[in-house]
């Protein structure tokens, strides 16, 4: 008789086992950088989570370093905002100024950027817009500047998350061309057109003013088609490639690791994480419990680098089991 149960007698039997081990080595943190002075300002829809001043994200970047997180995904959020999005490849901008700061106090962080028009344009587009076009080839160009830009500022990862046909392709080229040969590119490849954003656009200030992003975004109800946006990225030189949202994705996350051995990254995005938040806040679920498996589902899914915003939380609870 097979007896399943002889592998799960006790704790160590299980760690035997265990097929999934989350690590501090796996996650990536977000961070809102805005710009201006001595700013921490709780985003409402996220508890927990800020948006800091440069001058004020030392503290943070601090508490960051010392639960052993090595990587942090940047936004920036600039004062001026424009059809054309100039804040965003400017070299003095926020996020330029923010990577600098924090390369200059620890040069070991991996500092991922991402790159998208959405929180720098008055529209709120990831591209530019005529009329209600989002247009595509002509965002190229800025998206372009926006990561050489940012490469220039010390970041080591370019995370571009627009959306744009043909976004890899020319940012690796005009990467290699202004001498960031070793700059890598993460690429937001199947990113769906998701409901679930809505608390980062309260973060990020990167609503769209009229209309949706469907027409660059992925249909969610397409898997097929996440497999195509991957291949196409990497066929582009992306080096890493990412599905995102994560949870209500698992089996596009499955089907892309069937498709490619490039590493996987998973965006365990701000709705995902609200929901969780709120139903804490409530006392209606154990929070570390509900976090770990989701982050193990994630994991387990075929995505070894996971983005989230309970990174902070999971490196804490990882010391105290250690
Ligand atoms: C911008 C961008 C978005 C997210 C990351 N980069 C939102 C959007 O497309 O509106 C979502 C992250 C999250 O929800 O946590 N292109
Ligand atoms: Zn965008």
Redesign the pocket.
Known sequence: MVRMRRLRANSNIRSLVRETVITKDDLVY?VFIKEGQNIKEPVSSMPGIYQYSIDRFDEELDRIISAGIKAILI?GIPKHKDAVGSEAYNDNGVAQNAVRAIKQKNSDIIVIA?V?L??YTSHGH?GLVCGSEVLNDETLELLGKMSVSLAKAGADIIAP??MMDGHVEHIRNVLDYSGFKNTLIMA?SA?FASA??S???DA?Q?APSFGD?KTY?MDPANGREAVRECENDIREGADIIMV??ALAYLDVIKDVSYMTNYPIAA?N???E?SMVKAAALNGWIDEKRVVMENITAIKRSGAGIIIT?HALDVAHWLEEEA
Request: hydrophobic share 15%; glycine share 4%.
């Open positions: 977000p936004f991402d998208c959405c929180e990831c998350s627009d937001y990113k679930y954003y608390p980062f656009r990020a990167s992003r975004q995102k949202p965006y995005v701000s709705g994480y915003y």
